[in-house]
């Protein structure tokens, strides 16, 4: 399944063709690229980094995700300091040595590199082994196609110097350098950047020969994690989408949507889809398998190879007397905090008022009547309590739907909700320690039914495309392209499956046109751009910390509006200013060590 398998990436010695004495012969511990590989199973093996790339540190591995993203679309506050690259990201005013722009750029240029020293070593196992299975190459080359598709559109998104749009707008401005091939020579590397048009091209062709060369394949069990014809298609679509080629989008896309085989997973099993539970299910179009890691030390930085990723170690709950490893509870007072982990990032206050919730945070905190006190506080028996009129509401709140759903999906609500501290004893979840918010912990893509110390890993799946984004995107085709009605069905077809409705039937919470109020329209900090746009609501609810609402952000150039809407991002000392520029924050910088490197490389602008 490409799982537990950091394969030492295959260095090849790219021979010149001269000859060379016995002495020179490279070391042995390196592969002659004239010679291997000889076989599909050597093949494979250069394959494999292609996707184990995915778990580096700046990517998948923890630094993108809870470090990066999550800070500089505010999914969340910091209950730290933070560093100055994470107070960058928070502020979207990054400086050319931000270490997580660094980061990011050099691993998504490896998973490059490793996809094109596959798609070299499939050239040579052809010309080398005539006999060789030559549709088991094709599916090789196939996946190592839809990654590089991948791993180019995450680098131009992010550093590409503006979107193109409609009728090939901005297509002339700087993308990002392009290399296709294994760069040979030290000169080889000096690449300027390549037009926005251009890196779009490739993009655009990568996930077209991914789709041709996978056409029709369907993995076993074992290895369903690889990529597929419809992984490729819908990045495909998504491309299309993000260039505004509207007519290619809704094809594309609706093929996917046809003729995949997948739909949307319903909401009981959707709720639980983000914590390690339902992997590879009916939505699931590209995953990331992750799997749990019980040795010592935390994922990646554990020593020992293993797929493990640590971002819930960031963002995992808070809970009330929690649980140590003799499975008995802590006999602390009632204000005892623990946590799953460092705990170091939760909720930004204004993402629970975006979902909805109305009912505002000033409970009190009062005498538990029913407190043992012969007994001694422990979380069965809680000396204070939640108003129990607050925490009713609360409660009704989620059965009457008032509240978008997916809020319950992506956060945890203090003295409401509970997780399973040790994997069997639960705790009811708690504010941050010294946070008079509404300090909700982050539930998706975090740790609810385990303690990272004891684990040492996360063991949930990361989604790099489902079926729900898809739908978003083929409603935004629509949309742009004047079938309003289509795009309309879409948008509701994800919020019906939020609300447990049947997807496919019109339904009493319907959105009845593209300016009707969403649950961020609410009373108590309504957003003036996302309150009556239910195309950005449904991308943002729906696809809430999966890694996309950055690019949304940009593409639609809302930037300015969601630091107003934010207001300030959150460290325990102080709030940091929000300094977002229309001239700047769109894109992140060069990395200092790039511009350094790579004489033919110019900078965006502002930096």
């Known amino acids: 399944m490409l799982k537990k398998k950091y394969i030492a990436a295959l260095a090849f010695v790219l021979i010149a063709g001269c ?11 390196k592969y002659g690229s004239s010679t291997y590989p000889s076989t599909i199973t050597q093949l494979q093996t250069v394959l494999v980094s292609c996707y184990a790339n995915l778990r580096d ?22 209950q730290f300091t933070g560093f100055s690259a994470i107070n960058e990201m928070a502020a979207n005013n990054l400086t050319v040595g931000n ?15 490793n996809c094109n020293v596959t798609i070299y070593a499939a050239n040579v196992l052809l010309k080398t082994n005539p006999s060789v299975d030559k549709q088991a190459v094709n599916l ?15 680098l131009e998104c992010f550093y590409g110097e503006a979107y193109m749009q409609a009728g090939g707008v901005n297509g002339d401005k700087q993308g990002v350098p392009l290399y296709t091939e294994v760069p040979q020579s030290l000169a080889a590397t000096q690449v300027a950047r390549s037009p926005v048009k251009d890196v779009w091209a490739l993009i655009v062709n990568d996930e077209k020969q991914a789709a041709t060369l996978l056409k029709g394949q369907v993995w076993p069990s074992t290895d369903v994690a690889r990529a597929t014809e419809w992984s490729a298609k819908g990045l495909l679509g998504k491309a299309y989408v993000y260039t505004q080629d509207w007519a290619n989008a ?134 204070l309590v939640m108003d129990p009129v607050y925490k009713q509401a609360a409660l009704q709140a989620r059965t009457n739907n008032t509240v978008d759903p997916r809020l319950y999906v992506c956060g945890l609500q203090p003295r409401v909700d509970s997780v399973q501290f040790d994997g069997t004893h639960f705790a009811l979840v708690a504010k941050p320690a010294g946070f008079a918010g509404y300090g909700w912990s982050m539930r998706k893509y975090s740790p609810i039914d385990y303690n990272e110390n004891s ?17 978003l995107l083929y409603a935004e085709a629509s949309i742009a392209s004047g079938d309003n ?21 019109p339904s009493a919470i319907d959105y009845k046109s593209l300016t009707d109020a969403t649950p961020a329209a609410n009373p108590v900090s309504p957003d003036p751009v996302l309150g009556h746009n239910p195309l950005y609501y449904e991308r943002w609810a729906e696809l809430f910390n999966e890694g996309t609402w950055w690019f949304d952000v940009c593409r639609w150039k809302i930037g300015a509006s969601e630091a107003a809407y934010f207001g300030t991002a959150i460290n ?14 769109y894109v992140w910088p060069i990395p200092l060590n790039e511009t350094n490197s790579n004489s033919k490389i110019k900078q965006n602008p502002g930096y």
């Open 19 to 29: 000859k060379k004495n016995p002495i020179n012969v490279g070391a042995p511990n």
């Open 57 to 78: 540190i700046g990517l998948f591995g923890f630094d993108l995700m809870p470090r990066a993203l999550a800070q500089s679309t505010h999914t969340v506050n910091s």
């Open 99 to 113: 270490q997580y722009a660094q980061e990011t750029w050099t691993a998504l240029y490896a998973g490059i590199k």
């Open 140 to 154: 090789i080359l196939g996946q190592a196609y839809c990654l590089r598709g991948w791993y180019y559109m995450e």
């Open 250 to 383: 809704k094809t594309v896309l609706n093929d996917v949507i046809t003729n995949s085989g997948k739909s949307l997973m319903p909401y009981s099993t959707y709720h639980n889809a983000f914590n390690g539970a339902n992997k590879f299910n009916s939505e699931s179009l590209l995953e990331l398998y992750i799997d749990p890691n019980p040795q010592g030390g935390y994922g990646i930085y554990s020593g020992v190879a293993n797929s493990s990723t640590i971002n819930g170690l960031i963002w995992c709950p808070w809970t009330y007397g929690g649980y140590g490893s003799n499975g008995k509870p802590f006999n602390g007072t009632d204000a005892q905090l623990t946590t799953l982990g460092y705990a170091n990032e939760f909720f930004h206050d204004q993402n629970v008022l975006r979902f909805g919730y109305a009912l505002g945070n000033n409970y009190l905190i009062v005498p538990n009547p029913n407190y043992n006190a012969a007994t001694g506080p422990t979380y069965y028996n809680q000396q």
């Open 455 to 471: 684990i040492n890993s996360d063991k949930w799946d990361y989604y790099l495309l489902r079926l729900a984004d898809v739908y």
């Open 485 to 505: 009605p289509t795009g309309l069905e879409y948008l509701n077809k994800v919020r019906r499956r939020a609300y447990s409705m049947p997807v496919n039937t």
């Open 572 to 585: 325990v000392s102080s709030p940091l200013t929000q300094t977002f520029s229309d001239n700047k924050s």
